[in-house]
């Protein structure tokens, strides 16, 4: 009987365990994204799970929601104060700067597979860790690589057969065009601050542009007739974001420009852009989101060095295949279950089971030394195509037997026709 007086442990609120039956669907997410992204030019990088904290203070941007609600942030024993990656853009710039790459041919064209640590407010596909794939072109500022880089994102999507997905897409300007459109922002808003709701005024000094984007209702109202930065960005920020169309029209990518998109990283300049169903209407439903940041690398201490990318939540997309019907269910792991009878058989249905293996059949054994009616119950519920019985009495005189098990044929073998006769039975029988 379990003891009252121990806990039973749960996951920490906002995180879950990945299961068989989601690790797969997670594999063939990440199994895409690879092959475009190595399409697309790029290596790999695992940079570590935990940096300094300063790194993300200053690279993510002190008066963001992330550095300053949540982060994982923790002393270690030696007294450095480190913090659980919240983002992957941070540590790979890092380790751009760290390892010389500046001396590589430009871009460096970096992808990641990572988790991501939050401390958000858990709800529907809002996670304390998720996972996601990432990709970085660091080196240049160059309209196609904005372009290649959308694109990348998009072949994802499509790889995985999502139709229903678009990309929005909006030029943010950099330091200096926002010098100039904040304050004609802040003028739209100003006199209805009463009205606005109190997380986004909280906003009001240190990020202005994410009044555009906010969800809440009390604040959404207000944003009618709100100055567009696009209609005030410099002559040559201007002609950089029509340069990235045309790129994109040039490679048959659809996009939709969305004015009102911002980003809520401090460190995103120019182009900005976000995957969603084409139905969207929530903030939880961004699969892919990224855009330019030639800022960050100096705000960590390099050399002024720009860079684009995007991170894609793949429980976000695991979720939204789901919906759309795209996963299929896996194949059954077993093929075939060796079923024992009798003294001794266990031993050699053991071999068995292990020369079936190195043939490439999956391969399980039926434990427990129940009755065969039991072990062959045991082979439908896990989805076993073929038994092999072996009882005793067979195996002296060196046989087994072989038995379908949708059809319920059964043939006997000698041991060392087991592989032989499920190679043909399993390669010439049409498979429904
Ligand atoms: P959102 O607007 O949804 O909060 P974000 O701007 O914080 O997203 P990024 O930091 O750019 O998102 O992360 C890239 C992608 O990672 C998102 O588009 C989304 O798919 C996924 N993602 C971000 N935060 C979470 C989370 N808490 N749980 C699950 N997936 C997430
Ligand atoms: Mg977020």
């Keep these: 009987m379990a003891d009252s007086n121990v806990r039973q442990f749960q996951t920490p609120r906002g ?17 895409h994204a690879r092959e475009q992204a190595r399409l697309a030019g790029f290596g790999f990088i695992e940079p570590p799970t935990f940096e300094h904290a300063e790194l993300f203070a200053r690279g993510v941007g002190e008066g963001t929601d992330i550095v300053e609600k949540e982060m994982y942030i923790f002393d270690d024993r030696g007294g450095d104060r480190l913090a659980l990656r919240p983002e992957g853009t941070a ?14 041919s430009q871009p460096v064209k970096l992808a990641y597979h990572l988790p991501i640590f939050r401390y958000e407010r858990p709800q529907a596909g809002r996670f304390r860790q998720h996972t996601q794939f990432g990709v970085e072109a660091i080196g240049v500022r160059d309209p196609g690589l904005d372009a290649e880089i959308i694109d990348l994102g998009w072949r994802i999507a499509q790889s995985l057969g999502l139709r229903d ?28 601050l009463e009205r606005i709701a109190p997380d986004d005024r909280a906003r009001w000094d ?8 906010s969800k809440d209702d009390r604040t959404r109202p207000l944003q009618q007739g709100a100055p567009i930065i696009t209609d005030h960005l410099r002559p040559e920020s201007a002609a950089y974001y029509y340069a990235v169309k045309s790129h994109l029209e040039a490679l048959d990518i659809p996009y939709e420009e969305r004015p009102t998109l911002v980003r809520g990283l401090d460190y995103y300049t120019h182009t900005v852009f976000e995957i969603v169903p084409a139905d969207a209407d929530g903030s939880q439903v961004t699969v892919l989101a990224g855009g330019r940041y030639d800022g960050l690398i100096e705000q960590i201490g390099g050399p002024p060095t720009p860079g684009i990318g995007f991170g894609m939540g793949i429980e976000r997309m695991a979720h939204h295949l789901r919906e759309q019907g795209l996963v299929d269910d896996p194949e059954p792991a077993v093929e075939v279950l060796i079923a024992s009878l009798g003294e001794g058989a266990e031993i050699a249905a053991s071999g068995i089971a292990g020369a079936l293996r190195r043939h490439g059949f999956a391969a399980t054994l039926a434990f427990g030394g ?12 896990i989805g076993a195509r073929y038994a092999v019985i072996a009882g005793a009495r067979d195996l002296a005189e060196g046989r087994v037997t072989i038995r379908d098990l949708a059809s ?25």
């Design 370 to 381: 129940r009755s065969l009616k039991a072990q062959l119950r045991q082979a439908n519920r």
């Design 408 to 432: 319920s044929e059964q043939w006997p073998v000698g041991l060392d026709d087991v592989v032989g006769k499920l190679t043909d039975l399993a390669y010439t029988q049409p498979q429904d």
């Design 165 to 192: 997905l678009k990309i929005l897409l909006n030029s943010i300007g950099d330091v200096e065009d926002r010098r100039s459109y904040v304050p004609l922002l802040k003028a739209h808003f100003e006199p209805h």
């Design 15 to 31: 995180t879950r365990d990945l299961l068989p039956q989601d690790y797969d669907v997670h594999a063939h997410i990440l199994g």
């Design 91 to 104: 540590s790979v710039c890092r380790a751009y700067l760290q390892h010389g790459m500046a001396n590589l």
């Design 206 to 213: 240190r990020a202005p542009m994410r009044l555009l984007d």
